[in-house]
């Protein structure tokens, strides 16, 4: 218990939140700065979808269509989507970690919990800000009209709630490390089921009563919802204010469950 | 530096309840170089999991580095290094990037971290690995990796969870000098695990011995040997001369075991001080006319220890991982 000052390096800090937030990002989008083609591919996919499935919609005209052209519909369904591809695969790269020991060497250091949850799942986001330009720019000419100033608080709506999602997703990892493909189907049989169920690629409002009452049950809808009235130029619509708190509930359940699963992740 | 208080871990309830550390009082000072031997399975890891705040301990306190593991485990992380058994790096990254936000990690600045881990590079031979990708390195490389994330802020208090497990020789001595550099250049105190017993023996100043979730012995290994084991003297002598052999051998020691070999029989026996007592004791047989075959003396390793506290060996669990 003598000159316990020696213990405690000389030019260590203490970390704040936002400062351990950005050290984890810095490390995870390593791998992005280090290797940027595999941004070029996260690029072309939303573009593929966008360009083989708008045309389809169309002529699907339905209800929830009225009044809107298709694109302003569809598009924001489509950042929403890639949104949920890239946030809920948060916890793939971490599993890997867990397996080759990076995880064990990071929880001993002093970082915040749940600035590793909401760091990496920031590295997921981070493609999702060009990824959303460029598909934004390339529906332009296609009559899409362009509301920057909605646009940049719809994305950090469903940054909010990508972190939720990031966060559930480490803590599958976790809850899944000792046998890696229970990380899939558990992230396979839950993602296809909240997309279609959240009014994204298809309007429900022609769909059967029960998929509309799931629907409602889903904080996804909400989100989407938001990302529709604010794609479509407005801050008045009620909506937008559900979708923030959609996206604020589940990033705040995210981070308690993700930080939970870290204090177990060491038994 | 460190001091603890009937220290316990159980993981599991009721019919499956593992207790892996049951009360342990430890106290290490500053500077020094602490080995927790023991079988896999005793509760050594566990107990550095504890020190380290990576597991909550089910009752009793530690105090690392001055502060509670229990109430403030971030900040005990903060004052001590841990290299744990698996590659710390991650192996999707470069060895320099790696360094460099392990540095970030610990709060320090930028240009801090980056001139700590160009030092580490250069001191730990990765120099020319900077850019190169974790995955392609070797284990050695790796291991050596590994060891630099744990020094990057300089901490005064470093924990290695079986730090040379799957080390080739030539990379085990060089963990060693790095861990003698440490000490004599930074006075840092070093606990550490192993099951290798030559290792412990050779390296640490202080052996600790767990077995069962406690603490079984706790001295220098020379201190550990003299008194817990003491060396042995085997006598080979014909199957007529053993009551001779015996009434003067049990003069200097005890007997330990005798059996037949061939035509004549070995005996065993314990000693203190083996090298002096030897000539005298075959002096002695010689004045009483017995016909000493072979005479060996072995000097003990703390597998004697471990076998004179436990009646079990620790090489037995040794390899079964």
């Known amino acids: ?267 | 530096m460190i001091h603890t208080e009937a220290l316990r871990r159980s993981f599991g309830s009721g019919a499956q309840l593992v207790e892996a550390v049951r009360g342990i009082d430890l106290d290490v000072e500053e500077g020094e170089l602490v080995a927790l031997l023991g079988p896999n399975g005793a509760g050594k890891s566990t107990t550095l999991r504890m020190l380290t705040s990576l597991l909550p301990p089910t009752s009793g306190t530690a105090r690392v580095a001055g502060v509670d593991v229990r109430a403030e485990p971030a900040e005990v992380r903060r004052r001590i290094g841990y290299i744990g058994q698996k590659d710390g790096a991650g192996h999707n990254y470069r060895v320099r990037d790696e360094l460099r936000m392990q540095g970030r990690f610990y709060g320090l600045d930028r240009r801090t971290a980056a001139a700590r881990g160009e030092r580490l590079l250069a001191d730990l031979d990765l120099a020319g690995l900077a850019r190169r990708k974790v995955s392609t390195l070797s284990g050695g490389q790796r291991r050596r990796l590994d060891i630099a994330l744990g020094l990057i802020h300089a901490p005064g208090l470093l924990f290695l969870d079986e730090p040379s497990t799957g080390m080739d020789p030539q990379n085990r001595a060089n963990l060693w000098e790095h861990i003698a550099r440490l000490r004599r250049e930074r006075g840092t105190t070093i606990v550490l695990t192993t099951h290798y017993l030559e290792e412990a023996d050779a390296e640490a100043e202080r052996v600790i011995i767990i077995d069962h979730g406690r603490i079984i012995a706790d001295d220098t290994p020379a201190a550990l040997k003299a008194n817990l084991a003491g060396d042995r003297i085997t006598l080979t002598v014909p199957a007529s001369d053993v009551a001779p052999t015996r009434a003067v051998a049990e003069r200097v020691g005890s007997e330990l075991r005798q059996h037949p070999h061939g035509g004549d029989v070995e005996l065993s026996f314990r000693v203190q001080a083996g090298p002096a007592r030897l000539p005298a004791v075959l002096g002695d047989l010689a004045a009483t006319g017995v016909e000493v075959r072979a005479a060996t003396l072995r000097q003990p390793t703390l597998d004697d220890v471990f076998l004179s506290l436990t009646g079990r060996s620790l090489r037995e669990g040794a390899d079964a991982r």
Not at chain 1, 8 to 34: C, N, Q
Not at chain 1, 100 to 112: C, D, K, Q, V, Y
Not at chain 1, 235 to 248: H, S, T
């Open chain 1, 1 to 267: 218990m003598t000159a316990v000052s020696t213990a405690a390096p000389p030019t260590a800090r203490p970390g704040s939140l936002l400062s351990d937030i950005a050290a984890v990002w810095t490390r995870e989008t390593m791998t992005i700065v280090r290797d940027p083609f595999s941004l070029v591919f996260s690029l072309l996919q939303p573009l593929v979808f966008l360009a083989l499935f708008a045309p389809l919609l169309s002529g699907v005209a339905g209800a929830g269509l009225a009044g809107g052209s298709t694109l302003q519909w569809f598009l924001p369904g489509v950042v929403v989507m890639i949104t949920m591809f890239g946030t809920s695969m948060t916890g793939s790269n971490l599993q890997f970690e867990i397996m080759t020991g990076a995880f064990e060497r990071i929880l001993a250091t002093p970082l915040s919990r749940a600035a590793l949850m909401v760091g990496r799942a920031l590295k997921e986001l981070t493609p999702l800000v060009v990824q959303a330009a460029v598909i934004v720019l390339v529906a332009w000419p296609f009559g899409f009209r362009l509301y920057p100033a909605h646009i940049a608080l719809g994305l950090v709506v469903l940054g909010v709630f990508g972190v939720g999602i990031g966060a559930l997703s480490y803590a599958l990892a976790i809850a899944a490390r000792k046998s890696e493909w229970i990380f899939w189907a558990v992230q396979q049989t839950l993602l296809f089921p909240l997309l279609i169920l959240s009014g994204m690629m298809l309007p429900l409002e022609n769909g059967p009563a029960w998929m509309q009452l799931a629907s409602r049950l889903n904080p996804l809808t909400y989100v989407v919802e938001a990302e529709r009235a604010l794609f479509a130029g407005t801050f008045a619509d009620p909506a937008i204010l559900y979708g923030a708190l959609a996206a604020a509930l589940t990033c705040a359940v995210g981070l308690g469950v993700g930080v939970r699963a870290i204090r177990g992740s060491t038994l």
